[in-house]
């Protein structure tokens, strides 16, 4: 059974793949109306087919790996920092950023990039970055909201 991506009706004989605002979506022939087609899949028993193809696009269903910075950064760079006997100045030189900026990262005020939170592991020999897993359409399990598919019309409001 395959919902679409953006209202959550059940799709029957054809789901559409357009693009909204970017993103590349299956949807019921209702949803597609007015916007993008990329190409149609006539869905049955088996594998979904494709049909019909307007625009070439590579899509694959792989696992992707969301980077997020870990709370309480600011407390864990001040204390590893600290530990090593390093002043802000010397680590500001050592990742190669602004004495100000480290200030301002270890009290809570910025967030760090990844890029900079990882050369800070490095020197600072901690753990700043979490490596989440995320499929592709699979954001939520079916226990964690009763049985029910999240879409993107749950979230979005539509201006008619």
């Known amino acids: 059974m395959v919902k679409c991506e953006l209202c959550g009706a059940e799709i029957r004989e054809i789901a559409y793949r357009i693009v909204l605002d970017g993103a590349e979506m299956i949807v019921c022939p209702r949803c597609a109306h007015g916007k993008t087609v990329l190409g149609t899949v006539r869905l049955g ?16 269903t792989r696992e992707d790996v969301e980077e997020v910075i870990v709370d309480g950064y ?32 270890e009290a809570g005020q910025l967030e760090p990039t990844i890029d900079l939170a990882r050369k800070l592991e490095k020197v600072l020999k901690v753990k700043l970055i979490e490596r989440y897993s995320v499929s592709e359409g ?14 993107l019309g749950d979230i979005a409001e539509f201006k008619e």
Do not use: W
Request: glycine share 8%; no cysteine; charged share 30%.
């Open 45 to 60: 028993l088996s594998q979904p087919k494709q049909v019909s193809r307007q625009k070439q696009v590579m899509r694959t």
């Open 74 to 105: 600011g407390d864990i760079i001040r204390q590893a920092r600290e530990k090593m006997g390093l002043t802000r100045e010397l680590l500001a030189v050592m990742v190669g950023e602004k004495e100000s900026t480290l200030r301002r990262i």
């Open 138 to 151: 699979a954001y939520y399990s079916d226990r964690d909201i009763g049985g029910y598919d999240v879409t």
